[in-house]
């Protein structure tokens, strides 16, 4: 039986379906020790949907992360409630079938996906996932009127009703009620869905995790290189001074620094080249001379939002960006 008692009703289905729509899809949420690249799974949960969003099954399970749990004060995992959970090389197998053929759904899908691409690389496995969908960029995509894109208010407007914030079963189970419509509407409206490539994690170093538990006193359960899931790509120098910070309402100047952050509708690493072949020098990281960030999920915790905030950095959404992106001013001493 499956935890769908605050549903909303189906919305009617578009007929034709659009051929090109995937056959299934892996709602995920996990719950982990922090957002760093070292932070583990504390928990993860996965709603089976059809092609046509309806649900099929559901999925829980707790996980021994070896380590503090992190935020107690947000999943509610305490290290005494996980001292007895399996280890992720235990559940991998039946997640991984979970998963296995399916597009990976989540809101701000780029950081789950990233923690699982982790864990199946410490447990020398790689996740069966091809696709992700970012519900905060379909969101955005079908210009739903939401007042940010919290979870919190996409459930709102499909009048979702959340039982456990931040329990990975309930974020799912809300998760996959509010994909469902959404799911129809850019159906309907013959939208293709934002669909990224899932690259699997290759750079974990030998010392991964222990099979046996408890860990030895003062051990170490392995060691990921500092670098990202997805393989770093060396771009050339930007030839001009950075102009500062971008005004509010622009234009983009030849030189500044522009930072990306969570899941776009149009491919990562498409949009950085863009922005480099028109003189944009495109950052890493958020900083004091950073004059832009471009972010579909303006209120996501992770550092480069954060840091975007501390410093008053101007932040826009990919499809300002874009619009923005047409009509970049040379730097000076440049005729374009």
């Not at 928990?43 to 021994?64: F, K």
């Not at 832009?292 to 499809?319: C, H, M, Q, Y």
Request: aromatic letters at 6%; hydrophobic letters at 40%.
């Amino acid at each position: 039986m499956t935890m769908l008692d605050n549903r909303t009703e189906p919305t009617a289905a578009p007929s034709p379906w659009p051929a090109a729509y995937p056959d299934g899809y892996a709602v995920v949420d996990v719950e982990t020790t922090g957002l760093g690249r070292d932070d583990r799974i504390v928990s993860a949960a996965v709603y089976r949907l059809d092609s046509r969003g309806e649900v099929q099954d559901h999925w829980y399970s707790p996980v021994n992360p070896l380590r503090d749990p992190g935020p107690v004060w947000i999943h509610g995992l305490t290290s005494a409630m996980l001292a007895d959970a399996p280890l992720f090389p235990e559940i991998a197998a039946e997640l991984a079938e979970r998963l296995a053929g399916r597009v990976l759904v989540a809101h701000n899908a780029v950081f789950d996906w990233s923690m699982l691409a982790r864990e199946y690389a410490r447990a020398k496995s790689t996740a069966p996932v091809e696709q992700r969908l970012c519900t905060i960029v379909l969101a955005k995509e079908l210009r739903l009127p939401l007042a940010n894109h919290k979870l919190e208010s996409l459930a709102a407007h499909y009048g979702v009703v959340q039982q456990r914030a931040h329990h990975a079963l309930d974020d799912a189970r809300v998760l996959a009620e509010a994909f469902r419509p959404s799911l129809h509407l850019a159906a309907a409206a013959g939208l293709p869905l934002p669909l990224h490539t899932c690259r699997p994690l290759t750079e974990w170093t030998e010392g991964s995790v222990p099979a046996a538990r408890p860990a030895p006193a003062g051990g170490s359960y392995g060691s990921y290189r500092p670098s990202s899931w997805r393989p770093a790509r060396k771009r050339p120098s930007c030839p001009y001074p950075n102009p500062g910070r971008m005004a509010p309402e622009g234009p983009l100047m030849q030189g500044m620094r522009v930072a990306f952050s969570g899941d776009t509708g149009i491919d990562r690493e498409l949009l950085e080249d863009r922005a480099t072949d028109a003189g944009l020098h495109v950052a890493s990281s958020v900083s004091r001379v950073t004059s832009l960030l471009v972010t579909n999920d303006p209120d996501s915790p992770t550092s480069k939002a954060a840091k975007a905030r501390a410093f008053g950095t101007p932040v826009i959404d990919e499809r300002r960006f874009a619009e923005l992106l047409k009509a970049v001013t040379p730097a000076p001493g440049v005729h374009g």
